[in-house]
């Protein structure tokens, strides 16, 4: 279950939250960092942003914990704005990104809008292969716009948004009952499977990007893969919607490799291997690099679901150390 979350004085509604988009200041952004982290790449973005940017902001919060999903809820609870933006330590905000995402709010009446995370301009060659592979749509399907800037202004569902660049009505947050805490990553996918189950819109705003870096090596690219797929099958475990099936679908390969192993002798034995590999070359035009960073991806995504549906994970440290951040707009 949801852990509700609890303010005093806090009157509970979410009708009619994208009023509030046209007060200055009217945003808490909320960094959770590790208790060692490094918030200032997403800081020192911030503040370089122009200052009709910066006025929206009315407080920033630095969350520092080993429990992602707390570190928001309580920081989020903490923050007085009508409207809370979350990125990471290492999101970079572009300038118009903030008002991008509160004119989508507004005009689509939605309780929630983000955009796509876009790489860092001077990624090095290896980051810029796991980019076109993320923004690909053999890569990350309907994902692919948390990546890349895909489409225009539009309501849109859990698949579309990312949680390092989302802006949330602090009164819907409270009132859904935020993250859960035994959940990450994926713990904004819960939310907003039951944000939507309750008639909320969330809404999707292509020109809203945060810029982040891409994995640094191979191993954390598969290591991200698995996470990710770990993380999608324990919140199917937590509280499962229909939309979820679509990331299943990564289950085929080893049951794939299964029947080709068992049933050699079998017309599909040899065409299986063969068949995915011809279709991760085809989908970038026959540059080899990509098409294995792509089966890298697919195999890891598929173990971690795997792992994840059978396997348990740990509670996470409850501690939590708030700071707030001075900030002049």
């Known amino acids: ?35 060692a982290g490094d918030p200032r790449p997403c800081l020192e973005a911030l503040r370089a942003l122009p200052k009709a940017d910066r006025a929206r902001v009315a407080e920033v919060w630095v969350a520092r914990g080993l429990n992602p999903s707390r570190q928001r809820n309580l920081a989020a609870a903490r923050a007085r704005a009508p409207w809370i933006l ?37 990624e090095p060659p290896l980051g810029r292969a796991l980019d076109r592979v993320l923004g690909s749509w053999a890569g990350s399907m309907a994902s692919r716009a948390r990546y890349r800037a895909v489409g225009q202004r539009r309501a849109c569902g859990e698949k579309e948004l990312i949680l390092c660049n989302l802006l949330l009505s602090r009164r819907a947050f409270l009132d859904h009952g935020g993250f ?7 713990e904004e ?64 390969l ?33 540059r080899p690099d990509l098409g294995l960073l792509l089966a890298l991806r697919h195999h890891a995504y598929a173990a971690g679901l795997l792992a994840g549906a059978v396997g348990r994970q740990e509670p996470r440290p409850l501690d939590v150390r708030l700071e707030r951040v001075a900030w002049r707009a």
């Not at 989508?104 to 790489?119: D, F, R």
């Not at 598969?222 to 770990?230: A, K, M, P, T, V």
């Open 180 to 186: 859960r805490e035994d959940l990450y990553p994926n």
């Open 1 to 35: 279950m949801a852990q509700k979350l609890v303010v005093k004085n806090e009157k509970s509604s979410t009708r009619g939250v994208g009023l509030s988009t046209t007060r200055n200041p009217c945003v808490a952004v909320v960094v959770p960092c590790e208790p």
């Open 86 to 122: 979350f990125l990471d330590s290492d999101s970079r905000a572009q300038p118009g990104q903030l008002p991008a995402l509160l004119a989508a709010a507004e005009k689509l009446g939605a309780v929630a809008a983000g955009g796509p995370n876009l790489p860092l301009a001077q």
């Open 254 to 286: 080893p049951l794939a490799w299964a029947g080709a192993w068992l049933a050699p002798w079998a017309w599909f034995g040899p065409a299986l291997p063969l068949a995915y590999a011809l279709a991760c070359l085809a989908a970038y035009r026959g």
């Open 189 to 252: 996918n819960e939310l907003f499977n039951r944000l939507r189950a309750a008639g909320c819109t969330l809404a999707y705003e292509p020109t809203a990007a945060v810029r982040r870096p891409r994995r640094h090596s191979v191993g954390a690219w598969i290591q991200q893969s698995f996470r990710y797929g770990h993380g999608r099958a324990r919140q199917i475990r937590a509280n499962p919607y229909p939309g979820d099936l679509l990331n299943l679908l990564p289950l085929a």
